[in-house]
């Protein structure tokens, strides 16, 4: 008796003093069969496991972790990890040969675009119409891109040899796809050939690019009287949608150039000022509603605007009052990040300030519908498609009020 209470003091050492042995006896053998059930199990698990790990397919690289020998040769709860690697593996492999057989996921967005009724009504009836809509982010840019100011070919007809896929009048259109956007780039312009080659050499590289369907529109300003920028750009809205359907327009200084080939000229949902970070400025924004050098708008929000104003002679204000017009619409100037929106500004002699300008700033949003684009006088002295640009030369009735 007292040999089996000393030994079953081994077994239970905390109760061994109070209690009899008799009691201990069947929690005793309970004790011993739940241990070797527990074994057996455990025995059982590793036996499925390793038949499990037979079938797996050691050439997928998910696996390759399972058999590495640190996982073998630790204990078992190591290989409870394997089940998990093979589902991983196994969706790995179902991915691949989705891709390999091209049941590749469809962008609704895109498959819709491609039913050909549609394309019929958005391509305008051009041969493009049959043609898959072009993808949304252009694949082949770059990022920074190298502006060449320094070897501009001397005459227009050496730029044009490097652009022979260019269509009369400076336009331009993707191949191989339909166009998201037909955008017309819009430039005032007056006595300034050197800059108009530097820009002309290195904006259609840029634009062809960004996969637009696109024309440029060189607006002259016959005479020389002070110059009127903005009326030069309602002139080049109103001539550019005589010319083809458009959606928007790039309203843009011939003296800037885009140094980024991710500053897209596409059609803003809102109107978009471009030339955010210029060289001469320190790639500063000099002020918030700053919307003159190079902007984008939409069609309907320049007619919603009533364009610009045609009061503005001399040099200064009528970004001012656009800018004041689109605020006045509750239309957004929009941005890109000022690292894309880069331009690198030509040199020029400053143009005289227009003292006149806060005058007509200041009553801008009285005149908004009455002075503007409805009420657009011109007189369009010449028009010719070249080869880089649609020249057009227009002399500007110089009216007071
Ligand atoms: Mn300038």
Redesign the pocket.
Known sequence: MPSSLSSMSLWVPGIRVSMALHTYLPIKVLLFIIICLIGLQYLSLLQVNERRRSHVNRSLFTLNWGDTPTLHSESGRAYGKIPLLKSISRYFEEKSNQNSTGVDEVDPEIDEHMNPSMVGQVGNGSMSGELPQCPMIPPDLHGPVKVNVRQVPATMSEIEQLYPHLQPGGRYKPPNCTSRHRVAIIVPFRAREDHLRTFLLNIHSFLKKQLLDYGIFIIEQYGDGPFNRAMLLNVGAAEALKQYDYQCFVFH?V??LPEDDRNLYTCPVQPRHMSVAINNFLYRLPYDDIFGGVSAMKVEHYREVNGFSNMFWGWGGEDDDISNRLRQKKLYISRYPANIARYK?LR?SKDKANPERFKYLYSGAKRMSKDGYNSLKYKRIDLLLKRLYTWILVDLPHLKR
């Open positions: 200084d003296d800037l500004m020029h």
